[in-house]
């Protein structure tokens, strides 16, 4: 069974840093490509970063480019998203994705993914 589990949310005052995580099990992680996602109150779930199953290639949001940084490491199954230069905007629930893949491609659409993970909060105070 896979399973999928986000960590490392929390509140945060404008400007501050969080690192989440999500650990995976029940599947081959090296195999898979992965992404994180977020979805606000009354809002759509949005893409926020994504990475290669290499590793090799990452891509991101436009409102997140240049603050946050996905990351993943195969040994420990874990796929990690440093955010830095929090904004009350990125308050929301995150969500990590994984997706089968055979080639070294990122992917950015929620219904191109496999899996997902049950959410970790994220709150920006201004």
């Known amino acids: 069974q896979v399973k999928l589990v986000e960590s490392g949310g929390g509140l945060v005052q404008a400007g501050g840093s969080l690192r989440l995580s999500c650990a995976a099990s029940?599947?081959?992680?090296?195999?898979?490509?992965w992404g994180w996602f977020r979805q606000a109150p009354g809002k759509e779930r949005e893409f926020v970063a994504a990475i290669s199953r290499s590793g090799s290639n990452t891509y991101y949001g436009d409102s997140v480019k240049g603050r946050f940084t996905i990351s993943k490491d195969n040994a420990k199954k874990t796929v990690y998203m440093q955010m830095n230069m929090l904004k009350p905007e990125d308050t929301a629930v995150y969500y990590c994705?994984?997706?089968?893949?055979?080639?070294?491609?990122?992917?950015?659409?929620?219904?191109?993914?496999?899996?997902w993970g049950q959410g970790t909060q994220v709150t920006v105070s201004s």
């Open positions: 994705a994984a997706k089968y893949s055979v080639l070294s491609e990122y992917y950015h659409y929620p219904d191109q993914y496999n899996y």
């Open positions: 029940g599947l081959t992680f090296s195999t898979y490509a």
